[in-house]
């Protein structure tokens, strides 16, 4: 059974760089049947998807965030993290990972979900 | 930016059927999934590639789509399904995800 963990940070100031990590056990990040990915949601809205990442030469972000994401992967510690920067109160949000499920080229889903993690920005 | 459409509420009596839709563009060429959020909980999935049902989920669950509209039913729904719903899809490319933005359902 696949198991996803956030961690980082529970509260950034306005105008820096939000950073957070997911730890992946029962799987590898090294596996070439799925993607990684985050998603957030702001405290009483909807969901909002980030991005997502195969390997550092495969990456997908929401274009309304993409000036200000990176998502990277660590094989090493089979790990990936997501970077938000100059953040905002707006940024303020459940952050989740995710692995993703590709449905060949109709789709990709997030299967697994790590509980989540409130990322508050202060002014 | 591409967009789904879901109805913000839908309420029913328990053993009744619910139906939730989710309209978008791209759904005649691109899958739809459903994801179930109860309060305070992450995310979890109940429908995936329009009609598909993981392991776990029970069988009163069900998905349909047609042309651009997919739809989530409970069939006898019990209180424990109160829950807002998300449908969940990509654009038209496949490379970028989209939620609609919820239904709460209420089952009482």
């Known amino acids: 059974q696949v198991q996803l963990q956030e961690s980082g940070p529970g509260l950034v100031k306005a105008s820096e760089t939000l950073s957070l990590t997911c730890t992946v056990s029962?799987?590898?990040?090294?596996?070439?049947?799925?993607?990684w990915g985050w998603i957030r949601q702001p405290p009483g809205k909807g969901l909002e998807w980030i991005g997502r990442i195969y390997d550092s030469e495969n990456t997908y972000y929401n274009p309304s965030l993409k000036s200000r994401v990176t998502i990277s992967i660590d094989t090493s510690k089979n790990q990936f993290s997501l970077r938000l920067s100059s953040v905002t109160a707006a940024d303020t949000a459940m952050y989740y990972c995710?692995?993703?499920?590709?449905?060949?080229?109709?789709?990709?889903?997030?299967?697994?979900w790590g509980q989540g993690t409130l990322v508050t920005v202060s002014s | 930016s591409y967009e789904l459409a879901q109805p913000p509420s839908v309420s029913v009596s328990p053993g009744q059927t619910a139906r939730i839709t989710c309209s978008g563009e791209?759904?005649?060429?691109?899958?739809a999934y459903w994801y179930q959020q109860r309060s305070g909980q992450a995310p979890v999935l109940v429908i995936y590639?329009?009609?598909k049902r993981p392991s776990g989920i029970p069988e009163r669950f069900s998905g349909s789509s047609s042309g651009t509209m997919a739809t989530l039913t409970l069939s006898g729904a019990q209180v424990e399904d109160e829950a807002v719903y998300y449908c969940y899809s990509t654009d038209s490319s496949g490379d970028q995800g989209v939620f609609g933005g919820g239904t709460k359902l209420t089952v009482l």
């Open positions: 791209a759904l005649p060429k691109k899958y």
């Open positions: 029962g799987g590898s990040v090294r596996s070439r049947s799925f993607y």
């Open positions: 590639e329009d009609t």
């Open positions: 995710a692995r993703v499920t590709t449905s060949g080229y109709s789709g990709f889903y997030f299967d697994y």
